[in-house]
């Protein structure tokens, strides 16, 4: 009579078994770490679309003139608000810089000198550590000497997300 052979060939199929379970687990514990990850960008992503919108609005509040190549915080010319700091919000209001830069044509321009606009938006996400950079282009339209136009006419004409910060941005600039 053979005793503990049953020991003998269980055993195998339980070390399986756990490896499986084991293997498993760091799956699934990937798998969560990236979905955060995910969120943490989209999170990051639609801050920085917050300011572009929100330098939209203070393009049409600031005059030609009152346009500054510093770096301003989500709101603060706007007076617009944006939930951050605690749970699952954004770590920390977004940025944003205008420039204006003369808008050359093709052929000689008889009236007066016309620009457009590009906002650079920093933006992080849940963390401080994921952070995403967008710039758009904004011209303003013609209507605005008579004085019935809105935020919205403000076009965008180009829109692009960047992999560094440009040359010219000073986040000293920025109040937090």
């Known amino acids: 009579m053979v ?3 049953a020991l003998v060939s269980c055993t195998p199929i339980l ?5 499986m379970l084991m293997a498993a687990q760091q799956i ?3 798998s969560s770490a990236s979905a ?5 960008r989209q999170f990051a992503f639609q801050s920085a679309e917050a300011a572009l ?18 770096v301003q915080t989500y709101g603060a010319l706007t007076g617009n608000t944006l939930p951050h700091g605690d749970g699952l919000q954004i770590h920390q209001l977004p940025d944003f810089q ?12 008889t009236g007066p000198d016309r620009y457009f606009y590009r906002v650079t938006a920093a933006a992080v996400g849940l963390r401080s550590s994921t952070q995403v950079l967008l710039q758009a282009d904004f011209i303003k339209p013609l209507c605005q000497s008579s004085g019935q136009c809105t935020p919205s006419d403000y076009t965008r004409l180009a829109w692009r997300m960047l992999d560094k ?6 986040v000293d600039d920025a109040t937090h």
């Open 98 to 109: 205008i420039s204006k830069n003369r808008l050359v044509f093709m052929q000689d321009q």
């Open 53 to 70: 919108a929100d330098a939209r609005q203070a393009l049409f509040l600031l005059s030609d003139a009152a346009v500054t190549s510093h």
């Open 36 to 40: 955060f990850n995910v969120i943490d």
């Open 165 to 170: 910060l440009p040359t010219g941005w000073r």
């Open 28 to 30: 699934v514990g990937d």
């Open 15 to 19: 070390l399986g078994m756990a490896l």
């Open 3 to 5: 005793v503990g052979m």
